[in-house]
């Protein structure tokens, strides 16, 4: 399928992880793809894809990153705002110092305000689409995470506030991942995988999937929405024996 033929898509934190599933499914499907990512330029080019770097917390770095990709492709229809500091565990309440609460949400809530701020602009002109990576722990609790969890919080609740604010014109919805396995399988144990209601842990390729799907016109009835991708562990309820 190309889906995404002569389209232009930014994937913030493109470089690994889901976030370098994503881009490989847009581009697969046809997309020319802008990497955005503070290591981006370590990456190997390819056709149809340009690597940026950019802090995304940093608005001046963004505003250039985006007019960069502009100048490069001519357009931009999709905007996927990936990058996150990814470690959850910021040690307890009482311990945790403001400077670190703050990078993880100048990172992972802030940087995706400000990449859809220099991105609708462009995204209006093409009815483009953005989607932002939220977690299920917007919705439950590892203890003393808090940083990680107000930040995706925060981005479940962004992501349907942009939507009423740039429809009809631009559609916005989030995804929510559980457990996403972005290292080596074989280093999870049978209990990782068994107590998942599916059977096993996520893959990077499960989430690229639905992205795929949300910025295509077969979501064109989709706003506003957080979907959860996450092997059915929100809705299983979880006894001490």
Same mark, same amino acid.
């Given at each position: ?9 930014i994937v913030t934190g493109g470089g690994a992880g889901i ?84 990078r993880v949400i100048d990172t992972n809530l802030t940087g ?14 093409? @009815? /483009?689409? $953005?989607?932002? !990576?939220?977690?299920?722990? +917007?919705?439950?609790?590892? =203890? *003393?995470?808090?940083?990680? %969890?107000?930040? @995706? /919080?925060? $981005?479940?609740? !962004?992501?349907?506030?942009? +939507?009423?604010?740039?429809? =009809? *014109?631009?559609?916005?919805? %989030?995804?929510?991942? /559980?457990? $996403? ?12 995988? *068994? ?47």
């Open positions: 399928m190309k889906r995404f033929a002569g389209k232009v898509a976030g370098k599933s994503i881009v490989q499914r847009f581009h697969d499907e046809g997309a020319s793809v802008a990497i955005l990512d503070r290591t981006a330029t370590r990456a190997r080019p390819k056709s149809r894809l340009h690597f940026q770097t950019c802090d995304v917390s940093d608005e001046t770095q963004v505003a250039q990153a985006i007019a960069a990709v502009i100048k490069w492709a001519g357009r931009l229809d999709i905007v996927v705002n990936n990058a996150a500091i990814a470690d959850p565990h910021s040690g307890p309440a009482e311990d945790l110092g403001l400077q670190d609460w703050q995706s305000f400000l990449v859809a701020k220099h991105a609708i602009p462009h995204l209006r002109r093409r @009815k /483009g689409t $953005i989607i932002n !990576l939220s977690s299920t722990r +917007a919705l439950m609790s590892e =203890p *003393d995470t808090l940083a990680y %969890a107000a930040a @995706k /919080g925060g $981005i479940t609740a !962004l992501t349907h506030a942009l +939507a009423i604010s740039l429809g =009809p *014109d631009i559609r916005v919805n %989030a995804i929510a991942p /559980g457990w $996403i396995a972005t290292g080596p399988v074989k280093k999870l144990r049978k209990l990782d995988q *068994d107590q998942h209601p599916v059977g096993r842990v996520g893959r990077p390729e499960d989430v690229a999937g639905l992205a795929a799907y949300l910025a295509s016109s077969e979501a064109g009835f989709v706003t506003g929405q957080c979907f959860i991708i996450d092997g059915g562990m929100t809705r299983k309820m979880i006894y001490a024996e």
